[in-house]
């Protein structure tokens, strides 16, 4: 007797009804992240239009325009493709195809409920940190291969705005750390079901805001793809679908950073009603968050170089220490909390 | 458990680098479409209209330097410090005067760097 294979099919069956791969493939993986991306590139352009007095791409749609970012998607991917005479092809097309792989795995440590959470690591936290750490390299490596001067120009800027915010943005989540006793986000949302960390931790938060923005490379911190300046800097050179990456990876970090912030600072899945709202409030939350940070695009000019550097290093570093040291005094003072 | 959760995490960052890097090479290969005999025009550096001089990875003054040394050596403080962070109810004062002394040796340093690095006459 020769023992039969198993059946191709019923374990192709048995692997895409598994929990794990509808929570990778569905929500909150791959599919919602690419849906939800689409849907922020329409808020981003209708929220900044009804800031400056315009309206905004309202044709194509069932409601106020909202397939638009759909149809530039299929219109970019049938664009043609011109890499530059010089570029170093190999690095010049897979670093953004990697930036937004690399956004993309944001999501995964983010728990929007307990149960739909892909990765439960113990050590959440750094670990989004360090993912983020890791974007400006891309970034440098994609101006560099591109051979010509303002993506370069670009790419130094973002790696020096980049560098520049990111201790910031650890030393300021340091304070949750503290008040949670715990890298584990899940864990940090529940150490947060006796209160919010916004409230003893609002210096932090501010901070925590202004650095993730920066860190998103949107307005008012800008620099790297300013227009006016360096013509979308590090993007300049990109052609059709690959524009379309480099552009979609700053939205999916943005989805990303403010679902952090309403698991970190929010509660997250945490607020009234029975647990199965749970998703319905992280996404609340997370929808708020994207829209302030939205808002902040119609409210700021872009700052100088020199200024973000300076303000970065000595104004946000000072605080987040300052930020640390009433946190300390707060957990010694009421133990508490 | 410190390993749990990871294998999902490796899991996931597979699945959507395979999927992404899949659809690229699709697009590649079968959906944009390619100019056989590019004009040299075409496939220049793009500088706003003008033709392209010099090369394009050129000498360029970093001028802010100094800031990034300063990363270098202050992420590594930052990840000390959430050591510290994560244990800081059961060490007590016993871990955290350490940790003071730690952060202050390192802060005055990186006071006189910064006021070296915020002064425009230095870059």
Same mark, same amino acid.
């Given at each position: 007797?020769?023992?039969l294979?198993?059946d191709p099919?019923?374990?192709?069956?048995?692997?895409?009804?598994?929990?794990?791969?509808?929570?990778?493939?569905?929500?909150?993986?791959?599919?919602?992240?690419?849906?939800?991306?689409?849907?922020?590139?329409?808020?981003?352009?209708?929220?900044?239009?009804?800031?400056?007095?315009?309206?905004?791409?309202?044709?194509?749609?069932?409601?106020?325009?909202?397939?638009?970012?759909?149809?530039?998607?299929?219109?970019?991917?049938?664009?043609?493709?011109?890499?530059?005479?010089?570029?170093?092809?190999?690095?010049?097309?897979?670093?953004?195809?990697?930036?937004?792989?690399?956004?993309?795995?944001?999501?995964?440590?983010?728990?929007?409920?307990?149960?739909?959470?892909?990765?439960?690591?113990?050590?959440?936290?750094?670990?989004?940190?360090?993912?983020?750490?890791?974007?400006?390299?891309?970034?440098?490596?994609?101006?560099?291969?591109?051979?010509?001067?303002?993506?370069?120009?670009?790419?130094?800027?973002?790696?020096?705005?980049?560098?520049?915010?990111?201790?910031?943005?650890?030393?300021?989540?340091?304070?949750?750390?503290?008040?949670?006793?715990?890298?584990?986000?899940?864990?940090?949302v529940?150490?947060?079901?006796?209160?919010?960390?916004?409230?003893?931790?609002?210096?932090?938060?501010?901070?925590?805001?202004?650095?993730?923005?920066?860190?998103?490379?949107?307005?008012?911190?800008d620099?790297?793809?300013?227009?006016?300046?360096?013509?979308?800097?590090?993007?300049?050179?990109?052609?059709?679908?690959?524009?379309?990456?480099?552009?979609?990876?700053?939205?999916?970090?943005?989805y990303?950073?403010?679902?952090?912030?309403?698991?970190?600072?929010?509660?997250?899945?945490?607020?009234?009603?029975?647990?199965f709202?749970?998703?319905?409030?992280?996404?609340?939350?997370?929808?708020?968050?994207?829209?302030?940070?939205?808002?902040?695009?119609?409210?700021?000019?872009?700052?100088?170089?020199?200024?973000?550097?300076?303000?970065?290093?000595?104004?946000?570093?000072?605080?987040?220490?300052?930020?640390?040291?009433?946190?300390?005094?707060?957990i010694?003072?009421?133990?508490?909390? | 458990?410190?390993?749990?959760?990871?294998?999902?995490?490796?899991?996931?960052?597979?699945?959507?680098?395979?999927?992404?890097?899949?659809?690229?090479?699709?697009?590649?290969?079968?959906?944009?479409?390619?100019?056989?005999?590019?004009?040299?025009?075409?496939?220049?550096p793009?500088?706003?209209?003008?033709?392209?001089?010099?090369?394009? $990875? =050129?000498?360029?003054?970093?001028?802010?330097? +100094?800031? &990034?040394?300063?990363?270098? @050596?202050?992420? !590594?403080?930052?990840?000390?410090?959430?050591?510290?962070?994560?244990?800081? $109810? =059961?060490?007590?004062?016993?871990?955290?005067? +350490?940790? &003071?002394?730690?952060?202050? @040796?390192?802060? !005055?340093?990186?006071?006189?760097?910064?006021?070296?690095?915020?002064?425009?006459?230095n870059?």
């Amino acid at each position: 007797m020769v023992d039969l294979p198993p059946d191709p099919i019923q374990m192709t069956i048995a692997m895409i009804t598994s929990p794990l791969f509808l929570k990778v493939a569905i929500f909150p993986g791959l599919t919602s992240i690419g849906i939800i991306a689409a849907i922020l590139t329409w808020l981003d352009r209708k929220i900044t239009a009804r800031v400056q007095l315009r309206i905004g791409p309202q044709y194509v749609s069932p409601f106020g325009g909202i397939l638009q970012s759909f149809a530039d998607l299929i219109k970019l991917a049938f664009k043609e493709l011109i890499i530059p005479e010089k570029a170093d092809r190999f690095f010049f097309i897979l670093a953004p195809v990697f930036g937004l792989v690399l956004g993309a795995g944001l999501i995964a440590l983010i728990p929007f409920s307990p149960e739909t959470l892909i990765s439960n690591v113990e050590v959440g936290l750094p670990v989004f940190l360090a993912f983020v750490t890791l974007s400006p390299t891309l970034v440098l490596l994609a101006g560099w291969s591109a051979n010509s001067k303002y993506p370069f120009i670009g790419g130094l800027r973002s790696l020096f705005q980049q560098t520049g915010y990111e201790i910031p943005l650890w030393l300021s989540s340091i304070g949750v750390v503290m008040l949670a006793g715990s890298f584990n986000l899940t864990k940090i949302v529940q150490a947060q079901s006796t209160g919010w960390f916004i409230l003893p931790q609002l210096l932090g938060a501010i901070i925590f805001l202004v650095t993730s923005v920066a860190e998103q490379e949107r307005i008012p911190f800008d620099l790297p793809e300013a227009e006016p300046e360096i013509i979308m800097g590090w993007q300049a050179e990109y052609p059709g679908f690959l524009f379309l990456a480099a552009q979609g990876a700053g939205f999916v970090k943005l989805y990303a950073f403010s679902a952090l912030f309403a698991t970190i600072y929010l509660g997250g899945y945490l607020g009234p009603g029975p647990q199965f709202l749970g998703l319905f409030w992280s996404l609340f939350k997370t929808t708020i968050m994207i829209v302030l940070v939205i808002l902040l695009r119609g409210a700021f000019g872009r700052v100088r170089l020199d200024q973000l550097l300076k303000y970065g290093w000595t104004l946000l570093l000072g605080l987040a220490i300052i930020n640390i040291a009433i946190t300390y005094f707060l957990i010694e003072g009421f133990p508490a909390i | 458990m410190v390993a749990e959760g990871i294998p999902e995490l490796v899991y996931y960052l597979g699945f959507i680098t395979v999927n992404t890097l899949a659809l690229v090479v699709i697009l590649i290969l079968l959906v944009s479409p390619r100019d056989k005999k590019p004009t040299p025009v075409k496939r220049a550096p793009f500088e706003s209209g003008q033709i392209a001089v010099g090369r394009g $990875r =050129t000498r360029f003054i970093i001028q802010y330097y +100094p800031y &990034l040394l300063m990363f270098v @050596v202050y992420d !590594v403080v930052a990840m000390f410090l959430f050591a510290w962070a994560v244990n800081l $109810r =059961t060490l007590g004062a016993a871990g955290t005067i +350490p940790v &003071l002394v730690f952060v202050s @040796v390192l802060l !005055v340093p990186l006071g006189y760097a910064l006021h070296l690095a915020n002064r425009p006459e230095n870059w």
